[in-house]
């Protein structure tokens, strides 16, 4: 049995149900993904773009020349490109994802942007144990997409502690969601064109294709709510009726309405995410926001050098 098959008997075996969403990105949630960040509901990827361009060149005068750069989860490259445009003779550019498969055809498309630049990726799950390879420059991290908000803020300062020590003290360039009116969060992960039902569907798509399992797919429904009390979105998958699911040799039962949780998104203020680095031993060094303030980039300093 394989390590997502058993991570999907484990999360449908306990009460409240639910999977990690590092499973989504097999090669086709990677697309999907991609497709999500274009919707005209989705308002994170159009803000980040805008912030990287506006101050791409005040990030690299701060974070300076010859850096070894280190961009986790970074499916399609895009935005990193806005980076390596401005920074100043970068050493490498590692990017760790992984969906091996959608990162080495990123990769090969960013070699011909970038012919000078070494360019060496990683397929590995960064939430887990990891080694960067050997540096070649001063490190700094990027993780942009508000993909911090998918972790429980506890677990958020955890892997916030695992970057500081792969980065080596050194810097971490962070996009961070912000906490906005509900509507419109319930619009950016209720899209018109059903992208981010497919992509949540897909766990199940993907569960039949690799774990063995037989979930009749049109038998689930996405659901996408904001619970404010805990500023985030949750994602589910909803059964529509009772039904008996094999995964394996395993037979899972669910009521009708019964839900797996599949997703968190957590929304920060500024100043509460500001408080969450430094627990994690991160120094703020520069946050710069939209005008709306929907949306934040963060610069953050490592503790000194392991």
């Not at 935005?79 to 969906?99: E, G, M, N, T």
């Not at 500081?164 to 971490?172: A, I, K, N, T, V």
């Not at 929304?267 to 303030?293: I, M, N, S």
Request: hydrophobic share 45%; net charge negative.
């Amino acid at each position: 049995m394989n390590e997502f098959a058993r991570a999907l008997q484990e999360g449908l075996g306990r009460q409240p149900r639910a999977i990690s969403p590092k499973w989504f990105y097999d090669e086709a949630g990677s697309v999907l993904f991609e497709r999500i960040c274009e919707l005209p509901e989705y308002y994170p990827t159009r803000v980040e773009f805008a912030l990287l361009q506006r101050h791409a060149g005040e990030i690299a005068d701060l974070i300076g020349p010859g850096l070894d750069l280190v961009e986790f989860g970074a499916g399609a490259t895009r935005k990193v490109k806005i980076l390596l445009s401005a920074l100043d003779s970068p050493a490498r550019f590692v990017p760790v994802d992984i969906s091996g498969e959608h990162l080495l055809g990123a990769v090969e498309r960013l070699r011909d942007d970038y012919a000078g630049l070494i360019v060496e990726p990683l397929v590995a799950d960064f939430t887990a144990d990891m080694v960067l390879p050997a540096a070649i420059g001063p490190r700094a991290g990027f993780f942009p997409g508000s993909s911090i908000g998918n972790f429980e803020p506890a677990m958020a300062r955890t892997l916030l502690q695992r970057f500081d020590r792969l980065l080596d003290g050194g810097w971490l360039l962070i996009g961070v969601d912000l906490v906005k009116d509900p509507q419109r969060l319930h619009a950016a992960y209720n899209d018109a064109a059903g992208v981010t039902a497919a992509f949540n569907l897909n766990l199940w798509v993907r569960a039949n294709r690799e774990a063995d399992a037989d979930f009749v797919i049109n038998d689930w429904m996405h659901s996408a709510f904001y619970n404010p009390p805990l500023h985030r979105i949750e994602m589910h998958l909803v059964s529509r009726l009772r039904q008996r699911v094999s995964i394996g040799h395993e037979v899972i039962e669910f009521a009708e309405g019964d839900s797996v949780h599949t997703e968190n998104s957590y929304k920060y203020t500024v100043e509460g995410f500001q408080e969450l680095a430094r627990q994690a031993g991160w120094q703020p060094r520069a946050v710069w926001t939209d005008a709306q303030r929907c949306f934040s980039m963060h610069l953050l300093r490592g503790g000194p050098a392991r």
